[in-house]
C-alpha cells in the first residue's frame, strides 16, 4: 500500500508536468507517448522472452515507433504494416528452428494492442493540440486509472465476492462496482474543470456524454486489466516489469489504458462532447 501511494504521489505529479509542458510544446506529448508505446511493446515482449530475438524485437518496437510519426499519410501507414507483417514472418521462416507461429501471433497482438491504444491518445491530441487535446489526454488515463484506483480501494474496504478469482484473485464484485462509479465521475470533474479555468468561453461541452464516456471506459477498463492480467498468467510472471514500485512496469499501468483510449476515441467521433 506504501510503496503504491509513494509511486502515485511521484508519478501523478510527473504526469501533470508533462502535460503541462506539451501545452507550451506539443511534440512533448507525442514524444512521451510514443515512448510509452514502445516500453508496453519491450515488457510484453518480455514475458515471453521475445526481446532477446532481436529479428522479431527491433520490427516491433520500429513498427511502433513508425506508426506514430506517419500515421497521417496513408501511402505510407500501409506501407509500414506491410513491412512490418513481412520483416515478422520473415523471422520465422529463417529462424524456424527457434521461432513458432505462436511466437508471432503472440508478438503481433502485443505490437498492435500497445501501439494503436497509446496511438488513440495521440490521435486525439493531434486532431486540436490545443486545450481541448490535452482534456482528451487527461480523461484517456484518468478513467482507467481512477477505477483501477477505486476498484482497489474499494474492494480493499467492502469486497466479499470475487470477479474472477482464475484469472486475478484480489479483484472483486464490489471493488469494480467502486471503480466504475469513480471512473464515470472523473469525467464529469475534470471538464467542470477545464469549463471552468482552461476551455475557450464559446466552447460548450456535454456532460451527458462525459458521464457516458466515463461509465463505457470504466467497464472497458476492466476487460483491458484482466485481459494482460491472463497474459501474464499464461507466461508465468507476476508483472511485466519493475519499473513503477508497486504497480510492476508500464504496461501493468497503462494495460487498461490500452483498452480505454481506442473507446474513447471512438465516442469522440460520435458523440457531441466538446463543441
Known amino acids: 500500500m506504501k510503496t503504491r501511494l509513494l509511486s502515485a504521489v511521484i508519478g501523478i505529479p510527473l504526469a501533470i508536468g508533462l502535460i503541462i509542458l506539451g501545452a507550451y510544446f506539443p511534440i512533448v506529448i507525442d514524444i512521451s507517448l510514443a515512448a510509452i508505446g514502445i516500453m508496453c511493446i519491450v515488457e510484453g515482449l518480455s514475458a515471453k522472452k521475445l526481446d532477446k530475438k532481436v529479428t522479431m524485437f527491433i520490427p516491433c518496437t520500429l513498427f511502433c515507433l513508425l506508426f506514430f510519426l506517419f500515421y497521417s499519410n496513408r501511402l505510407l501507414c500501409v506501407c509500414i504494416v506491410f513491412a512490418y507483417i513481412v520483416a515478422l514472418y520473415l523471422s520465422m521462416v529463417f529462424n524456424h528452428e527457434h521461432l513458432v507461429f505462436h511466437d508471432l501471433s503472440f508478438a503481433m497482438t502485443i505490437t498492435t494492442m500497445c501501439s ?156 457531441p462532447i466538446v463543441q
Open 116 to 271: 494503436l491504444g497509446i496511438w488513440s491518445i495521440v490521435y486525439m491530441y493531434d486532431q486540436r493540440k490545443s486545450v481541448v487535446g490535452l482534456f482528451y489526454v487527461v480523461i484517456s488515463l484518468a478513467i482507467p486509472w481512477v477505477a483501477d484506483g477505486g476498484a482497489y480501494f474499494g474492494g480493499s474496504a467492502l469486497g466479499k465476492h470475487k470477479l474472477c478469482p482464475k484469472i486475478s484473485p484480489k479483484k472483486t464484485v464490489e471493488g469494480a462496482v467502486t471503480g466504475i462509479i469513480a471512473g464515470t465521475v472523473i469525467p464529469l470533474i475534470a471538464g467542470v474543470i477545464f469549463k471552468q479555468f482552461f476551455f475557450a468561453p464559446e466552447l460548450s461541452v456535454n456532460y451527458l456524454s462525459f458521464a457516458l464516456i466515463g461509465l463505457l471506459g470504466s467497464l472497458i477498463s476492466i476487460l483491458g486489466d484482466l485481459s494482460f492480467s491472463l497474459i501474464k498468467r499464461s507466461c508465468n510472471i507476476k508483472d511485466y516489469g519493475s519499473l513503477i514500485p508497486g504497480h510492476g512496469g508500464m504496461l501493468d499501468r497503462f494495460d487498461s489504458v490500452i483498452f480505454t483510449a481506442p473507446l474513447i476515441m471512438i465516442l469522440d467521433m460520435v458523440l
